[in-house]
């Protein structure tokens, strides 16, 4: 049977292999033409088409799996999903260091903390959880005083226990997370999206009702893949672009 054919990849050692070949491969599958093949090669010729081992493919394949841009079956093999969509999410990888630096330089208030219910919509990441610990606060340009942009967190109560509220008024979560609470962070996943400040969120930041704002959503992971804080923040859209740097 005949197998699709990806497009070559030069390998850039400074990201991780499994991550250039995800994306490299992603993009021959999105771009390829209707009369394509389905059927793709095995992980064997795969990874020899990439230069890379067979487990660095397999957790390739397993990140395209998961986006449902390829379907595995035992013997058969693996298929390009018919129905599969540009509109898929790309993951772009960047440092934890990185995210801490966009997160600072600004005045910090803390607004209040303590246990809340999860919210149904984040209960996939705190399985068999009912409760977190929430912290919300205000950030304020140093310089003007004006709101730009407000977060909420809900943290693993365990973790929780072990934060003092007074750093977060110094530092950014993720910060205190890592190098005050030791937490071992394995990765932080962002998402971005536009939306319209409802009346807590105008208030906050000091802008009419139905202003554009953009929402960002960050989980945080720790080494045993466990999701120990959610983030979510609303920021002034008349004062943040988010930009993405890629070197080739």
């Given amino acids: 049977m005949t197998t699709f054919a990806p497009d070559s990849l030069d390998l850039n050692r400074k990201l ?44 390739a394949l397993k990140e395209l799996e998961a986006e449902g841009l390829i379907s595995r079956h035992r013997r058969r093999g693996t298929f390009i999903e018919p129905s599969a969509r540009r509109g898929a999410p790309v993951r772009l990888l960047g440092s934890v260091d990185a995210i801490v630096a966009q997160q600072s330089g600004m005045s910090t ?49 365990e973790i929780a226990a072990r934060i003092d509220p007074a750093d977060l008024t110094r530092w950014p979560m993720t910060k205190v997370l890592r190098d005050v609470v030791g937490v071992r962070i394995s990765r932080i996943t962002d998402t971005v999206e536009a939306r319209l400040a409802d009346p807590e969120t105008a208030r906050l930041l000091q802008i009419p009702l139905l202003s554009p704002i953009l929402h960002y959503t960050g989980i945080t992971y720790d080494e045993d893949g466990r999701a120990v804080d959610v983030a979510r923040i609303h920021y002034r859209g008349d004062r943040f672009s988010f930009t993405v740097s890629l070197d080739a």
């Fill in 16 to 59: 991780p292999l499994w991550y250039q070949v995800s994306q490299s491969l992603r993009a021959s599958i999105l771009g390829r033409s209707p009369e394509a093949p389905l059927r793709l090669p095995t992980e064997d010729a795969l990874a020899a088409h990439y230069g890379v081992s067979v487990l660095t493919m397999r957790q």
């Fill in 109 to 157: 208030e803390l607004l209040g903390h303590g246990p809340t219910p999860v919210p149904s919509e984040l209960s996939g990441y705190f399985p068999g959880m009912a409760e977190v610990t929430g912290f919300r606060r205000l950030r304020s340009d140093e310089e003007t005083d004006e709101p730009t942009n407000h977060a909420h967190n809900y943290v693993r109560p």
